[in-house]
């Protein structure tokens, strides 16, 4: 709103000129959101306690009982400051700002639905696994189908490192791209388990993607970089830097001892955008790296589930997802956490060094 506001003024107030940076826009996004999640976050934490949508916590597992009625489906917050921000700041006759929401309110709907069946309905099993997958999978072969009909978009696949291994997908892009957009998605759903250890490492990759993606859509710096170039995302930076706004907003409120949990809602639409946004600047195996932590959680539950089925009821972890084999351990969760951070950092400057290095 505000870049159609002012920027057509910039011819009689050369200051306003400013507003076509995208990088500006980005920056401001960021501060916007962060300044809404910290003043509205207690009320609206004050609002889930009195409407009482607490946490359910599980008999079986780590001892998380003191973690009961916490208030959950923190994702609305997160979300509501995100879009805010990012309608005020972004060119609203963008494409792909229109597709990113799409994405984020899509996935976000599929876990609404799972939070208020456990949280509003006292259902505590809320959706079942396969209602919450279909609904992913239609979102995301819808965007996905519309984005490799963009001539502007190739279903070229990049690799980071090997510039000149880009094989064509074609059509085979598609479930290419959802399963790149479902698996994020639910990564970052496995990861929150414990206080912070979801948004932060979201936080660190949607910075890391901000870099990426800025380059995807400036032709020069794309070229330079030998990296793909996709005109018009660009603009997604602007959504990149209120999702880091309203995440460590959002992290205010729910680092250890957490006062609010983002709920499925949160984490879905989370993940889901931020694998939409990897496909956009065609960093789609970069993602592996960058969210790296979340892939590492995905993978012990598989090998958990599989050994499992395998051995007959043995176990490779203690417990699955990894944060809390280490909890299981009697590491105190805000060392887990930070420490799972300072992984997830790493893991982001490994990305960005895979920029110079073609
Ligand atoms: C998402 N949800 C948290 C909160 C958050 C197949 C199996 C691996 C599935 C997995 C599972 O249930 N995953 C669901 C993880 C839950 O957090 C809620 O869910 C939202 C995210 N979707 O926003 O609303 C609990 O996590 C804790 N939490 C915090 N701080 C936070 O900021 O402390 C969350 C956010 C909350 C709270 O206690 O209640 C979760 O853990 O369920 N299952 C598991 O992860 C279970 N693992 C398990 O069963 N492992 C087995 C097999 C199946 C692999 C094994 O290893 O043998 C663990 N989770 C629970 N209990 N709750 C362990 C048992």
């Given at each position: 709103?505000?870049?159609?506001?002012?920027?057509?003024?910039?011819?009689?107030?050369?200051?306003?000129?400013?507003?076509?940076?995208?990088?500006?826009?980005?920056?401001y996004?960021?501060?916007?959101?962060?300044?809404?999640?910290i003043?509205?976050?207690?009320?609206?934490?004050?609002?889930?306690?009195k409407?009482?949508?607490?946490?359910?916590?599980?008999?079986?597992?780590p001892?998380?009982?003191?973690?009961?009625?916490?208030?959950t489906?923190?994702?609305?917050?997160?979300?509501?400051?995100?879009?805010?921000?990012?309608?005020?700041?972004?060119?609203l006759?963008?494409?792909?700002?229109?597709?990113?929401?799409?994405?984020?309110?899509?996935?976000?709907?599929?876990?609404?639905?799972?939070?208020?069946?456990?949280?509003?309905?006292?259902?505590?099993?809320?959706?079942?696994?396969?209602?919450?997958?279909?609904?992913?999978?239609?979102?995301?072969?819808?965007?996905?189908?519309?984005?490799?009909?963009?001539?502007?978009?190739?279903?070229q696949?990049?690799?980071?490192?090997?510039?000149n291994?880009?094989?064509d997908?074609?059509?085979?892009?598609?479930?290419?791209?959802?399963?790149?957009?479902?698996?994020?998605?639910?990564?970052?759903?496995?990861?929150?388990?414990?206080?912070?250890l979801?948004?932060?490492?979201?936080?660190?990759?949607?910075?890391?993607?901000?870099?990426?993606?800025?380059?995807?859509?400036?032709?020069?710096?794309?070229?330079?970089?030998?990296?793909?170039?996709?005109?018009?995302?660009?603009?997604?930076?602007v959504?990149?830097?209120?999702?880091?706004?309203?995440g460590?907003?959002?992290?205010?409120?729910?680092?250890?001892?957490?006062?609010?949990?983002?709920?499925?809602?949160?984490?879905?639409?989370?993940?889901?955008?931020?694998?939409?946004?990897?496909?956009?600047?065609?960093?789609?195996?970069?993602?592996?790296?960058?969210?790296?932590?979340?892939?590492?959680?995905?993978?012990?539950?598989?090998?958990?589930?599989?050994?499992?089925?395998m051995s007959?009821?043995?176990?490779?972890?203690?417990?699955?997802?990894?944060?809390?084999?280490?909890?299981?351990?009697?590491?105190?969760?805000?060392?887990?956490?930070?420490?799972?951070?300072?992984?997830?950092?790493?893991?982001?400057?490994?990305?960005?060094?895979?920029?110079?290095?073609?």
């Amino acid at each position: 709103m505000i870049y159609h506001l002012l920027y057509p003024l910039s011819d009689q107030i050369s200051i306003l000129n400013v507003f076509r940076y995208i990088t500006f826009r980005s920056i401001y996004a960021m501060l916007t959101a962060l300044v809404l999640s910290i003043i509205i976050g207690p009320f609206f934490i004050r609002w889930l306690h009195k409407v009482k949508f607490g946490q359910y916590i599980k008999e079986c597992g780590p001892d998380h009982q003191s973690k009961s009625g916490t208030p959950t489906m923190g994702g609305l917050l997160f979300g509501f400051c995100m879009l805010t921000s990012v309608l005020l700041w972004s060119d609203l006759t963008n494409k792909y700002i229109w597709l990113t929401i799409l994405v984020f309110l899509g996935f976000g709907a599929v876990g609404f639905a799972d939070d208020y069946i456990k949280v509003v309905r006292k259902h505590n099993d809320g959706l079942s696994a396969r209602t919450k997958l279909l609904g992913q999978v239609i979102i995301s072969l819808g965007v996905v189908s519309l984005l490799v009909a963009f001539p502007e978009y190739s279903s070229q696949l990049m690799a980071p490192f090997f510039k000149n291994f880009h094989p064509d997908l074609s059509w085979f892009y598609i479930p290419f791209g959802m399963f790149v957009m479902v698996g994020a998605s639910n990564g970052v759903n496995l990861t929150d388990g414990l206080d912070g250890l979801a948004i932060g490492p979201a936080v660190v990759t949607a910075a890391c993607f901000a870099v990426f993606i800025y380059v995807a859509g400036h032709i020069n710096l794309a070229t330079y970089l030998q990296v793909a170039y996709v005109a018009g995302v660009g603009e997604v930076t602007v959504i990149c830097g209120a999702m880091v706004g309203a995440g460590l907003g959002f992290l205010w409120f729910n680092a250890f001892p957490a006062q609010i949990f983002m709920g499925d809602v949160g984490s879905l639409s989370i993940g889901g955008t931020l694998g939409f946004i990897a496909l956009l600047c065609k960093q789609e195996l970069l993602l592996v790296i960058v969210g790296g932590l979340f892939v590492i959680e995905t993978l012990s539950v598989v090998l958990q589930v599989g050994y499992f089925k395998m051995s007959g009821g043995k176990r490779i972890f203690r417990m699955a997802p990894l944060h809390h084999h280490f909890e299981k351990k009697g590491v105190h969760e805000s060392k887990i956490i930070v420490r799972f951070w300072i992984l997830s950092l790493l893991l982001a400057v490994m990305a960005l060094g895979t920029l110079k290095l073609r």
